[in-house]
């Protein structure tokens, strides 16, 4: 199914939050699908909340899922690995993630294995609400405010480590997809549907996508 086609930004009432740390960009996605008390709890119980969740310093999707589900938050995940890959720094982050994973159904969350396409995560976000989407943050360019052009160029053409990132995708307008990127103070960048898809597809991420 096509995408609508649309030359005004659909407004889903999102406030852009920008990431405190170099680990939280998935943290800030979830941040700003909250109510504004909503937030005010997370932020003033933030370490507590870390703490109890259990995922410390580095979040995966999963971790992302289990948050949204904490604060009521409709979602389903689309996902390659329902593991974790071979950036887990040890064993125990490993079994951490596969028993979030193992124990998603019991606890109320849907994910899917399988590859979202680009042109479906579009299909959603204008229909029904926003993405968060997992990128290479290296490979993603925004065509608002230039961030990463020249970076994002010399990626595709000599290749580089990857960059696990999380944004927030929330329109297609203008032939662009508009996104709220919390590694920037801009509030909306934009890129085009092919940048994105290349942002995200194997082998730089997992394709994993969390539809709210």
Same mark, same amino acid.
């Given at each position: ?79 390659? /690995?329902?593991?974790?890959? *071979?950036? @887990? +720094? ?7 993630? $596969?028993?979030?994973? &193992?124990? !998603? ?70 032939? /662009?997809?508009?996104?709220? *990127?919390? @590694? +920037? ?7 085009? $549907?092919?940048?994105? &898809?290349? !942002? ?13």
């Amino acid at each position: 199914m096509k995408a609508r086609a649309s030359n005004s930004y659909v407004n889903h009432n999102i406030s852009h939050i920008r990431q405190r740390f170099n680990w939280d960009c998935g943290i800030a996605c979830v941040l700003m699908l909250l109510s504004e008390q909503q937030r005010k709890e997370f932020i003033e119980g933030f370490s507590r909340i870390c703490l109890e969740e259990g995922f410390g310093h580095a979040t995966w999707t999963i971790d992302l899922c289990y948050l949204l589900k904490r604060f009521g938050i409709k979602h389903r995940m689309y996902t390659t /690995r329902q593991a974790a890959n *071979n950036r @887990a +720094r040890s064993d125990e982050v490993a079994n951490r993630v $596969r028993n979030r994973f &193992r124990n !998603a159904s019991h606890n109320g969350i849907t994910v899917v294995d399988g590859v979202l396409s680009t042109e479906q995560v579009i299909t959603h976000v204008v229909s029904t609400g926003p993405a968060i989407v997992l990128v290479d943050a290296a490979l993603l360019s925004c065509d608002l405010c230039k961030h990463n052009k020249l970076t994002s160029e010399f990626r595709r053409i000599f290749g580089g480590s990857y960059r696990g990132h999380y944004i927030l995708v929330v329109d297609w307008a203008g032939g /662009r997809l508009r996104y709220h *990127n919390p @590694a +920037r103070a801009h509030p909306l960048c934009a890129t085009t $549907r092919k940048n994105l &898809r290349v !942002a995200r597809t194997p082998p730089h991420t997992d394709c994993d996508v969390i539809l709210v």
